[in-house]
């Protein structure tokens, strides 16, 4: 371990010297990636070194220990080994962690799509539940969202809502939030005033860049329409909405939430490539799925992933058996304790199936 800090140290301060370049901005996509990797790689040096220091004294109380007559220093050595090795232990642990290799997709960007399921109107209700709170977290975050299309339900909510997000190590975080998502709770339509459960589902797909994804534009259909829904009478005059089909795999995206064709087109391409990508990742991790089960899975939207029980007021993810009975702060956006305790769990996993290679 102590040979690759070593290793991340030396490449950390190449870096350093890389960005304060003079002509180290003359490509800005070459500069952003590197500053990129100086914040990662600066997270490891500092904990790296804090551990060295660590070792270090370590050393120094040891031949004190061997050398020194005097049982008060003797006694003020053993007291300062002991937190020095409870700290070691602590900050191994720490680098661990730090090494396991990181999901590439996790710092890149997100197309969000939520979708009612099973329930009738209190699915697309539930669904527009879902997308506030996904909005409050998002603000909470510094994150920026942007509106790709909607298909509004008819009692509230939506039948389906997909827009995209933008920020630092988005997809790391939301990732966890791809799969089936349930409420227990009385409808508003409900008279009897029973309990029913319904379901909405999330996909969360990693924005991916043109070289990301081999697309043939040729088997991409392109067809214009009118928008419909909110928007006045500009929606209804031109054919600003976009629909792409990709024949392949027949994959259709729609977006006309923008005022412009052009707009809506670039967007809806961005959709495509994501859910194309998405498919392929779908098809790795089904293939290392025999030997390593992984929590985030394949982002399947057949998996149910949460409950949100009102009566009880509880949230309870089955993935790692985790519940809370703050359920009103939940669906405020407060979803870093579920996104916290799921990114540990997936280290651990992660750890674990390095250790059994």
């Known amino acids: 371990m102590l040979e690759k800090l070593a290793a991340i140290k030396d490449r950390f301060e190449e870096v350093g010297q890389l960005i304060v370049q003079p002509d180290a901005m003359s490509d800005m996509k070459a500069y952003s990636k590197l500053s990129k990797e100086y914040k ?6 500092k904990v790296y070194d804090d551990y060295q220091n660590v070792l270090d004294n370590i050393e120094s109380s040891k031949e004190i220990l061997k050398t020194e007559k005097d049982e008060e220093f003797r006694e003020m050595a053993k007291m ?18 730090l090494l396991i290799p990181k999901d590439p997709d996790d710092s890149k960007d997100v197309i969000m799509e939520i979708r009612a399921g099973a329930g009738g109107d209190e699915a697309g209700i539930f669904a527009g539940d879902l997308y506030r709170m996904y909005t409050r977290f998002i603000e909470g975050q510094g ?42 709770r009385v409808p508003v339509t409900e008279s009897q005033g029973r309990v029913h459960t319904s379901a909405a589902s999330v996909a969360v797909m990693p924005e991916v860049e043109d070289v990301d ?12 329409y009118r928008s419909s829904g909110a928007g006045g009478q500009h929606v209804n ?38 859910r194309l990508y998405e498919q392929e990742l779908k098809k790795q991790q089904d293939e290392v799925a025999d030997h390593r089960k992984s929590l985030v899975g394949s982002g399947d939207r057949s998996d149910k992933i949460r409950t949100y029980n009102y009566p009880q007021g509880r949230v309870t993810d089955h993935r790692i ?11 405020d956006g407060q979803l870093l304790d579920f996104v916290e305790n799921l990114r540990i769990a997936e280290n651990a996993d992660r750890l674990q199936d390095g250790s059994n290679e």
């Not at 990662?40 to 040096?45: G, M, N, R, T």
């Not at 994959?251 to 412009?260: F, M, N, P, Y």
Request: net charge negative.
């Open 40 to 45: 990662d790689l600066e997270k490891i040096v």
């Open 80 to 97: 300062e080994l002991e937190e020095l090795n409870e700290r070691n232990t602590v900050l191994e642990e720490e680098l661990k962690v």
């Open 143 to 184: 994150w920026k969202k942007e509106l790709i299309s909607l298909n509004e339900a008819s009692s509230g909510g939506f039948k389906e809502i997909v827009f995209s997000v933008v920020g630092e190590d988005v997809y790391g975080s939301l990732k966890f939030e791809s799969g089936v998502h349930r409420v227990q």
């Open 213 to 224: 994804v081999d697309l043939n534009m040729k088997d991409v259909k392109k067809d214009t």
């Open 237 to 274: 005059k031109t054919e600003s909405a976009v629909r792409l089909t990709h024949i392949p795999t027949g994959i259709v995206v729609e977006c006309q939430d923008g005022r412009s064709q052009h707009k809506n087109y670039d967007k809806a391409l961005t959709v495509l490539r994501s």
């Open 321 to 331: 058996g985790y519940s809370v009975h703050n359920l009103p702060n939940v669906m």
